[in-house]
């Protein structure tokens, strides 16, 4: 079976630091990929999605970069965080146009 | 404008009481639309998926989708505590992307 794995579960960081989150998928090949944020009282918005190794497309401009060095390995990164940056990362896989499946997500605290 | 919206509640019902739950969407050419759960802290799991217009019945849980108002709704009968959490509704369009609203939040009182 599928498993989607998510690290750190918990992280505060100071603003201006780099951040790196990386998402891992088990049990299939060739996932599309994407990376999501929920705010404090807003709803999940996408901020990357990839569907293939090296192929990341971004949704809005930010201060992140998105990268995928391996087939089911997703990472999400910033050279200097804001304090607009804190948030519920999620990262979710599908397999081509089915069904989309979130990871447990990593809460981030910028500071 | 918001491509998707949900009233974020919170609704509360007691146990046993039918939960209704909508969403409207801005965009015509959305084709399926997709409900997620949602507990605290964690992240989302589906519920089920409709295709176009019409009705789609998984145990306690129907959602429908009326495309001529660009309207869908959630219905959760008999609710229980377990189902206190976020509900959100996601058309899907290109490359599988999922726009997601706000969610609405349910509290089942037992």
């Known amino acids: 079976s599928q498993t989607i794995h998510q690290w750190p579960a918990t992280l505060v960081q100071p603003v201006g630091s780099p951040l790196s989150l990386e998402c891992t998928v088990e049990?299939?090949?060739?996932?599309?990929l994407y990376w999501y944020r929920q705010a404090a009282g807003r709803g999940l918005q996408l901020l990357f999605y990839s569907v293939g190794i090296g192929q990341i497309s971004s949704e809005v401009p930010q201060n992140l970069s998105a990268s995928r060095p391996q087939d089911r390995q997703f990472i999400l990164s910033s050279k200097k965080l804001l304090l607009s940056d804190s948030g519920f990362y999620l990262c979710?896989?599908?397999?081509?146009?089915?069904?989309?499946?979130f990871g447990p997500g990593t809460r981030l605290t910028v500071l | 404008q918001k491509e998707v919206e949900q009233d974020p509640g919170p609704l509360s019902v007691p146990e046993g009481a039918i939960v209704s739950l909508n969403c409207t969407y801005s965009n015509s050419a959305f084709q399926y639309f997709m409900w997620y759960r949602q507990y605290s802290r964690k992240g989302p799991e589906l519920l089920m998926y409709?295709?176009?217009?019409g009705n789609k019945e998984d145990g306690r849980f129907t959602a429908q989708v009326d495309k001529s108002s660009k309207y869908i709704s959630l219905f959760i009968r008999d609710s229980q505590p377990s189902d206190s959490a976020t509900y959100l509704c996601a058309p899907r369009y290109g490359n599988n992307r999922l726009a997601f609203g706000k969610g609405n939040q349910v509290v089942v009182i037992p």
């Open positions: 409709t295709y176009s217009s």
């Open positions: 979710a896989w599908s397999v081509r146009a089915d069904t989309q499946y």
């Open positions: 049990g299939t090949s060739n996932p599309n």
